[in-house]
């Protein structure tokens, strides 16, 4: 796949989801990997439900222990179950989301994330982030660093996070690095496409401002570029006078009654050179009051 390609190009992304991401200015696959991430939560401190912090958000790897149960209270469903660890049990609920009785079964182990409140005399964690964990699915690969998205309504976090992990993987390999290789080593920037990843999904905290370093520089870089772009055509635009530099700019030098300084020499002669062509000459004169 190429970074130009549309949007409903990807696995996952049909009408809806894809008007979803057209709110947000996503249309490309380009514009997808550069959906940067508003803040990260750091999910491997795994915390004992006994010692969950009330309405903060916990992290905690539990068991089901009790069947999911559909409660229906006029037209709004509720599906909840009990988990517990080695420390305590907690009651996971979901409102609005019937589908979810038959997400989680009886024995399964998940990693919850989400606010624990107290609700009448036993902790209850509403509508968390889950991913199951088994022996084929290490602990490691889900309690990391979590980015968080901006995002639209109805549109979830788990969604935007899946939709550009499959996106990096399909086009990560085609990514160009346009700062060459001597700007990089200079600076000790890492490529293009290890700061994409890192900025999605770092492994720890150096990866990450490391991921963010490169690319924060490539932005300014580009800018500066463009600047200088803008500069040489506006003067190529712009055709003045061609002065001729006559000896007594150097006598005038010589009678000064102090010796200029290395950079002083060095923006005479930049003067000099502009004075003596026909583009258009801009300066920044800085002094102290009453210099000029």
Known sequence: MELMDSIYDLKGVGEKVGDKLAKLGIHTLKDMIEHYPREYEDRRKITPISECQLNESNNILAKVCSKPQLTKKGSKVLVSFRVKDETEAL????FGQAYMKNNFKLG??????????????????ESPEYQKVDDGHQLNTVAKITPIYPTTQKLSQKVIRGL??????????????HLPKRIRQQYDLVEKKEALQGIHFPKDSDHFFQARKRLVFEELFMLQLSLYQLKADFAKKLLGVAHQITPELKAFMQTLPFELTGAQKRVMREIVHDMKSTYAMNRLVQGDVGSG
């Open 164 to 177: 550009i992990e499959t996106c990096l993987k399909e086009v990560l390999s085609g990514v160009e690095d």
């Open 108 to 125: 399964e182990t998940y990693l919850f994330y989400g606010k624990v409140k107290h609700k009448y005399g036993y902790h209850e964690m």
């Open 91 to 94: 009651m996971i609920t979901f």
